[in-house]
């Protein structure tokens, strides 16, 4: 593969990683009933089994919990449990939203205050791909729950700050891995919450050890590894496609129909995108 499209192959994985979880995460909470403390741990626990085979394959075990660290074990805890407990009285439209929105404020945030200015074609970007992902779910938003809101704004400043921790990362396997290791420490005293009437089924289960084997412990993986070629703020814009890429598999594989309004907003998301990932108009360091 040529080396200057190692990047873009990277991060388009990465982010079909993510639409892939939400995709799982709604399917195990809404169709199968999986209490989202369960979905949770055993989400964890699946990307912590994959990556420990890996890593023992690799000849990585030794010094593994040397990487990562405890802050970024504990963002990727926060941000796993506020995402399953927060759609759970969110619909999918508006989940979709206050995430993305969170995440792509929060880098920006984060950017700034690191001493980077934003460039005049991020800044219209980004605004362009924000406003086609408005429009788009605008018919389907709902009224959210105050505790609903809260806690998928929580999920994404959380996932905004593992993904600026990730960034300093030398070895992305060993460091996803002690991450997902001492998150689950974290999440197990949630197991203690699931009531015994909820029944767990094992679709349910199946999709929660789906989304942790491969859509989180491999998929974010290879998202530390395209945070190496990312500035910041891009590193949040390019996750506003995540919703679009979910809706592209929903027509290729659930059959769904295309609509003008979903076209519409993809050419602003995806031009948006394209605009900002350009050197037009930059105006700072990146």
Request: one cysteine or more; a positive charge.
């Amino acid at each position: 593969m040529p080396k200057a499209l190692q990047p873009i192959v990277l991060t388009t994985i990465a982010l079909i990683a993510f639409a892939a979880n939400s995709v799982l995460c709604r399917m195990a909470l809404k169709d199968e009933g999986v209490d989202p403390s369960f979905f949770t741990l055993v989400r964890l626990l699946s990307a912590v089994g994959t990556l420990l085979i890996i890593a023992l394959f690799t000849n990585r075990m030794k010094g593994l919990l040397s990487q990562g660290s405890w802050l970024a074990g504990f963002a990727l805890f926060a941000y796993a449990a506020a995402f399953s407990f927060g759609y759970v009285s969110l619909n999918t439209a508006t989940g979709a939203l206050v995430l993305f929105a969170a995440v792509q404020l929060s880098m920006l945030i984060i950017h700034s205050f690191s001493g980077h200015r934003i460039s005049k074609s991020e800044l219209f970007g980004g605004c362009c791909a924000a406003g086609g992902l408005v429009y788009w779910l605008l018919p389907e938003l709902q009224q959210p729950t105050v505790f609903g809101f809260l806690l998928m704004l929580l999920a994404g400043v959380s996932w905004a700050f593992y993904t600026v921790l990730g960034r300093s990362s030398t070895d992305s396997m060993s460091a996803t891995a002690a991450n997902f290791l001492r998150a689950s420490v974290m999440a197990t005293p949630l197991i203690l919450l699931i009531p015994e009437q909820h029944s767990l089924g094992d679709k349910g289960i199946i999709l929660a050890i789906t989304s942790g084997a491969i859509a989180s412990g491999l998929g974010y993986v290879i998202w530390y590894v395209a945070l190496k070629h990312l500035s910041g703020n891009r590193a949040g814009l390019v996750q506003l496609l995540v919703p679009m890429i979910a809706a592209l598999g929903g027509i290729i594989w659930v059959n769904e129909p295309i609509t003008l309004r979903l076209l519409v907003a993809g050419l602003l998301v995806l031009g948006g995108v394209y605009v900002a990932m350009t050197p037009w108009g930059r105006v700072g360091k990146n």
